[in-house]
């Protein structure tokens, strides 16, 4: 979709974008001020490989303040980007002949990281009328003594889905019970729209449930800062070195310049993080809207992230110019095709019949761009 959108693009044509997935905003000028103070500082050469100790302190500060976690440097450990944390943490966890669960719409790398450590993925269904909350109901049916762990995203990409406190409690039971590791990807953290974001190892803790987690977390979103390529997770001292162990054979550390801004970005000034969320919720807001706007559409108000993730599922078999559309894949290719706006297919993610719409662009183009999509559909038959 994004070598036709350029295609396109290069011919001239005007093409809408709903498949960003990263912000639309710059990194915010103090964090880009401290990049540049660093390199003129001659503060260009390898870190330690977990990284920076002023990082990792600067992290465990933001920690206790923002999510009310204790933890010490010897526990943090920062990657190039989230990304690499989550990696590590798969090679470290997960070998071969191991399960692990994936919650379904997932996002695309989760199936891969897991594959990458010889571990299979074993996927579970979630309600998409809960914020695609589990279906316990199916997670019980598959549970193997294989599974050693459990992947969790909320707010979610690419459902920008929030679960509710029960049932990560829930969750985190089970985890108690079978002896699994609790992977919480929590990149979207400040990015939740309509209540308080807590932490599934606050919840672990403050619950004295007993579950290991480990914490991935990302400057990329949260500041947008995702070209600097820092993130970072927190965990058991065992686990993070283990994790270290990997990274430093395959990439040392993470890059210098990015560390030292992003010991600014967490100490700093928080209101562009505030200005960013709300801008998010309102262009939230109006995608919502236009979209259940459109006939036989049913969208479900995302409590963070900046995806929409309707389903289309009742255009799925319907005609165009005489060819079927089979799939989510053949709608997106449809609705690019003839009126240059890119979306992102929902099979990707699992989630046949369903297409992800990024909030990452203004609200004219939203407008402009939805409505395109809504005259795309009239011709369907
Ligand atoms: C759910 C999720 N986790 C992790 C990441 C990766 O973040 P980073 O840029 O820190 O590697 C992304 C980026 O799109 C994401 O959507």
Request: a negative charge; hydrophobic letters at 40%.
């Amino acid at each position: 979709m994004a070598t036709k959108a350029a295609e396109m693009r290069s011919q001239g044509i005007d093409v809408i974008n709903f498949s960003v997935g990263e912000p639309d905003f710059n990194t915010p000028e103090h964090i880009i001020a401290a990049g540049k103070a660093a390199m003129d500082a001659g503060f260009t050469k390898y870190t330690a490989g977990p990284g920076m100790i002023e990082l990792r302190q600067a992290i465990c500060e933001k920690l206790k303040r923002e999510n009310g976690l204790e933890y010490t440097p010897l526990e943090i450990l920062v990657s190039n980007g989230e990304k690499q944390s989550l990696y590590n943490a798969c090679q470290v966890l997960f070998h071969k002949g191991d399960e692990v669960i994936i919650f379904v719409p997932y996002w695309v790398s989760f199936p891969e990281f897991v594959r990458l450590a010889d571990a299979e993925p074993v996927l579970i269904d979630t309600l998409p009328d809960k914020q695609f909350e589990a279906d316990f109901n199916d997670l019980e049916k598959k549970i193997t003594p294989a599974i050693k762990g459990v992947i969790i995203n909320s707010p979610s990409n690419p459902t920008g889905g929030v679960w509710g406190v029960e049932a990560l409690i829930r969750l985190l039971k089970m985890a108690v019970q079978h002896d699994w590791t609790v992977i919480s990807d929590e990149c979207y953290e400040r990015l939740v729209f309509d209540g308080e974001f807590i932490s599934i190892e606050k919840l672990n803790r403050g619950h004295n449930i007993g579950a290991r987690v480990v914490t991935c977390l990302s400057l990329s979103k949260t500041y947008a800062m995702t070209g600097w390529r820092i993130g970072y997770a927190a965990g058991d001292e065992i686990i993070i070195k283990a994790m270290s162990k990997i990274q430093g054979q395959s990439t040392s550390c993470a890059n210098s310049i990015g560390q030292r801004a992003g010991i600014v970005a967490l100490t700093g000034d928080q209101q562009p993080v505030e200005d960013m969320r709300l801008q998010f919720r309102e262009r939230r807001d109006l995608m919502v809207k236009l979209l259940n706007d459109m006939p036989g559409i049913s969208c479900a108000t995302p409590g963070g992230a900046f995806y929409t993730f309707p389903n289309f599922s009742e255009y799925i078999g319907k005609k165009a110019n005489g060819k079927v559309i089979q799939d989510s894949f053949d709608l997106s290719e449809f609705i690019l095709t003839s009126e240059a706006v890119v979306t992102v297919p929902g099979d990707g993610f699992g989630a046949p019949g369903h297409i992800r719409f990024s909030c990452a662009t203004d609200k004219e183009t939203i407008k402009r761009g939805l409505s395109k999509v809504a005259s795309v559909l009239q011709k369907l038959v």
